[in-house]
Nanobody
Framework: QVQLVESGGGLVQPGGSLRLSCAAS????????MSWYRQAPGKERQWVAT???????SYADARKGRFAISRDNAKNTVYLQMNSLKPEDTAVYYC??????WGQGTQVTVSS
């Protein structure tokens, strides 16, 4: 059974940082690109970043420079480091495997 379990979300003040984690099981993690998406209330889910199986990364333009995706194949885990957070970053963040599985999401709220 494939599981992607996100963690690390929470409430943070504007300008703060969070690191999200997504632990995968039931897949050969190192074979797949992994991505992060997010969905704000009343909005469509949007792509945030992707890391290939080889470690190359790509980002949505608005997140470049503030967010960093990384992976640890030994731990079957993908991370999203988020810095200089803004209120508009508030959303549920989901990880996604190229094997077409989604995690359940973790809430990130940026507010003073």
């Amino acid at each position: 059974q494939v599981q992607l379990v996100e963690s690390g979300g929470g409430l943070v003040q504007p300008g703060g940082s969070l690191r999200l984690s997504c632990a995968a099981s039931g897949i050969i993690f190192s074979r797949y690109a992994m991505s992060w998406y997010r969905q704000a209330p009343g909005k469509e889910r949007q792509w945030v970043a992707t890391i290939s199986r080889f470690g190359s990364t790509s980002y949505a333009d608005a997140r470049k420079g503030r967010f960093a995706i990384s992976r640890d194949n030994a731990k079957n885990t993908v991370y999203l480091q988020m810095n200089s957070l803004k209120p508009e970053d508030t959303a549920v963040y989901y990880c996604y495997s190229q094997s077409d599985y989604w995690g359940q999401g973790t809430q990130v709220t940026v507010s003073s």
